[in-house]
T-cell receptor, first 114, second 113 residues
Framework: DTEVTQTPKHLVMGMTNKKSLKCEQHMGHRAMYWYKQKAKKPPELMFVYSYEKLSINESVPSRFSPECPNSSLLNLHLHALQPEDSALYLC?????????????FGPGTRLTVT | GQQLNQSPQSMFIQEGEDVSMNCTSSSIFNTWLWYKQDPGEGPVLLIALYKAGELTSNGRLTAQFGITRKDSFLNISASIPSDVGIYFCAGHPGRNAGNMLTFGGGTRLMVKP
């Protein structure tokens, strides 16, 4: 099973709202990722968690706050977003550092900021 | 950040035709991955390559890891309408380089029935 699940599928939020995106995998993977993807562009890395610790933050604005409650779950908390933050947000997972570089993606959350 | 050079950017072909696309880099990669993304969905891993010169098939798809380790190719034989989508290559330099993948810009494939 190479399934990564994400909820919600679609999200519309105002600039003053607080919302969260959720991601789950049950493949025993120890690395999890958040990506942002604009139309017709490749995924752009935001955060990497390795063994439940934040290992990479690609200079993402603080209005995006990641959280890894356990090895299977990854959240992205959103607060005071801007319209330009509208995009497809993808979660991915992989086996872990130095043991498998294939990343498996979830279906994404289509976020619209109004 | 760095991005792999993927070409062509888009292709519009007739059903039944074969398709070729490639990805090149100025630096060496030790793993090459090919993904397909349907509209509104996440990328799906098609093929993973681990050794220079390796040729791997997945149904009508065949991918090759270039012997210089700076390029990779994806071929689709006898295209069908469900092959429509965006194909991304991705590379990883290998051990001690963390978890980050470098992606190509994508090849948008359109198939005319």
């Amino acid at each position: 099973d190479t399934e990564v699940t994400q909820t919600p599928k679609h999200l519309v939020m105002g600039m003053t709202n607080k919302k969260s995106l959720k991601c789950e995998q049950h493949m025993g993977h120890r690395a999890m990722y958040w990506y942002k993807q604009k139309a017709k562009k490749p995924p752009e890395l935001m955060f990497v968690y390795s063994y439940e610790k934040l290992s990479i933050n690609e200079s993402v604005p603080s209005r995006f706050s990641p959280e890894c409650p356990n090895s299977s779950l990854l959240n992205l908390h959103l607060h005071a977003l801007q319209p330009e933050d509208s995009a497809l947000y993808l979660c991915a997972s992989s086996q872990g550092p130095a043991s498998g570089y294939e990343q498996y993606f979830g279906p994404g959350t289509r976020l619209t900021v109004t | 950040g760095q991005q792999l050079n993927q070409s062509p950017q888009s292709m519009f072909i007739q059903e039944g035709e074969d398709v070729s696309m490639n990805c090149t880099s100025s630096s060496i990669f030790n793993t090459w991955l090919w993904y397909k993304q349907d509209p509104g969905e996440g990328p799906v891993l098609l093929i993973a390559l681990y050794k220079a010169g390796e040729l791997t098939s997945n149904g009508r798809l065949t991918a090759q890891f270039g012997i210089t380790r700076k390029d990779s190719f994806l071929n689709i034989s006898a295209s069908i309408p469900s092959d429509v989508g965006i194909y991304f290559c991705a590379g990883h330099p290998g051990r001690n380089a963390g978890n980050m993948l470098t992606f190509g810009g994508g090849t948008r494939l359109m198939v005319k029935p």
